[in-house]
């Protein structure tokens, strides 16, 4: 079987007990970072083989996960997180779905978490990940703008300030911003982007409300 496992996003507590037991009985762990995993693994003293598989996996990696599941059973983990969104995920269930049982090992994620404490109806929303670095930018926002629903963004550290500035171009929009959701420094903005001063550090989630 292959065994798609969402994982904490910060706070280890929030694994939960079904894929603490799956990594558990697995027989091979793929991983989008093998560091990462070890020590998501190490924290609840879970010993197993752990490959590399991220979005760049070649020919030969797929060929080798193809091995891997004849006979034994495969755990896939991104770093943080559901797979599949914004992190690897699609391609190794779009290569293998006919040949293996896939199972899904419903977790932690960031677009719900910060949509929980919305203060906006989240019954419909649009999640667009990240933005461009650079090209398609402005295309990308006034799709934000456009939008009927709310757009739930992520943002990394360097990039949020630029983000914001983009986004106030167009509308001085009232958002929900999370920083650092379920770590040691969580912090929850709410208001209009001209009044939310943000802290440069970490990774952000944004809910543009429309």
Do not use: W
């Not at 989240?122 to 709310?150: L, Q, T």
């Not at 360097?158 to 983000?163: S, V």
């Amino acid at each position: 079987m292959l065994y798609i496992i969402g994982t904490p996003i910060g706070n280890l507590k929030d694994i939960t007990i079904r894929a603490k037991e799956t990594l558990e009985k697995v027989d091979v762990v793929l991983a989008e970072d093998t560091r990462v995993t070890r020590k998501l693994l190490d924290s609840f003293d879970i010993k197993k083989e752990i490959i590399r598989f991220d979005e760049h996996a070649d020919e030969a990696k797929f060929r080798e996960v193809e091995n891997l599941i004849k006979d034994r059973d495969v755990a896939f983990v991104s770093d943080a997180g559901t797979p599949n969104i914004s992190d690897p995920g699609f391609r190794l269930v779009a290569r293998f779905k006919e040949q293996v049982e896939i199972i899904p090992i419903p977790g932690v994620s960031a677009i719900t978490t910060l949509a929980s404490v919305a203060d906006i109806p989240m019954d419909k929303f649009i999640f667009m990940g990240f933005p461009p670095a650079k090209r398609k930018r402005k295309k990308f926002f006034e799709e934000v703008f456009n939008s009927k629903y709310p757009v739930v963004l992520y943002e990394s550290t360097h990039r949020i300030k630029k983000t914001l500035s983009e986004l106030k171009e167009l509308e001085d929009f009232e958002c929900v911003i999370g920083r650092e959701l379920t770590k040691k420094f969580e912090t929850i903005y709410y208001g209009k982007i001209s009044e939310i001063k943000v802290e440069e550090k970490g990774e952000f989630v944004l809910i543009i409300k429309r």
